[in-house]
């Protein structure tokens, strides 16, 4: 499958702290998204990465990419209770038709 | 920025029956308009890409006769499902791409929560 795969499929976290989630994948990409999901809504673009970039910022998250490991982490620094949510990646891949093909996600709790 | 909407945000059926879900670009011409679907705590899984004046592509697996996709206007794609049974049940989401946007974007609806009974 060419779906990326997040890690951990859930994380359960006080408001104020961090929260890591990771994305690997099995190809070479163009780039890598990530988005967000509130509990039965649509999804929400984070921040998009592209394969030759290593690192963004937007706000409060982070993303990072390391094509040699097929991977990137989101975090999220000092969390809310409004960033409870799922939180997927999404892949291009190279030679592709672009449509980016999602992981599974991970479910946030961010409790106040 | 861009918005997509998509009606109803919830339908109830009866099975056998078809329903209608609508996604419309609000504020921008959509070339391309995808559908996919999103069992609970699933990933969303690409049914189809349609460009505007032009028949759907179906991703393997998916039953064109059973999801009836329309994208006659630049602004409203529609996908009918057919004959709809339980396993029907799912949240369809769709999403939008516009003239002029980079390949990388699009932009989601909220989804609609199809119940099959």
């Known amino acids: 499958s060419q779906q990326g795969e997040e890690d951990p499929q859930a994380l359960s976290i006080q408001e104020g702290e961090n929260a890591t989630m990771n994305c690997s994948y099995k190809?070479?990409?163009?780039?890598l998204q990530w988005y967000r999901q509130n509990s039965g809504r649509g999804l929400v673009h984070l921040i998009l990465?592209?394969?030759?970039?290593r690192e963004k910022h937007s706000g409060r998250l982070r993303v990072t990419l390391d094509t040699s490991k097929k991977s990137s982490s989101l975090l999220i620094t000092a969390s809310r209770a409004a960033d409870t949510a799922s939180y997927f990646c999404?892949?291009?891949?190279?030679?592709?038709?672009?449509?980016?093909?999602f992981g599974r996600g991970t479910s946030l709790i961010v409790h106040p | 920025g861009a918005v997509v909407s998509q009606h109803p945000s919830r339908v109830i059926c009866k099975s056998g029956t078809s329903v209608k879900i609508e996604c419309r670009s609000l504020?921008?011409?959509?070339?391309?308009m995808f559908w996919y679907r999103q069992f609970p705590k699933q990933s969303l899984m690409l049914m189809a890409t349609?460009?505007?004046?032009?028949?759907?592509?179906?991703e393997q697996g998916v039953e064109k006769d059973k999801f009836l996709i329309n994208h006659a206007s630049l602004t409203l794609s529609t996908l009918t499902v057919t004959s709809a049974h339980p396993e029907d049940s799912s949240f369809y989401i769709c999403?939008?791409?516009?003239?002029?946007?980079?390949?990388?974007?699009?932009?989601f609806g909220p989804g609609t929560r199809l119940t099959v009974l």
């Open positions: 999404a892949t291009s891949y190279s030679g592709g038709s672009y449509i980016p093909t």
């Open positions: 190809t070479s990409i163009n780039n």
């Open positions: 990465i592209r394969s030759n970039e």
């Open positions: 504020d921008f011409q959509a070339t391309t």
């Open positions: 349609s460009n505007e004046g032009s028949k759907a592509t179906y």
């Open positions: 999403s939008a791409r516009g003239q002029g946007m980079s390949y990388n974007e699009q932009f």
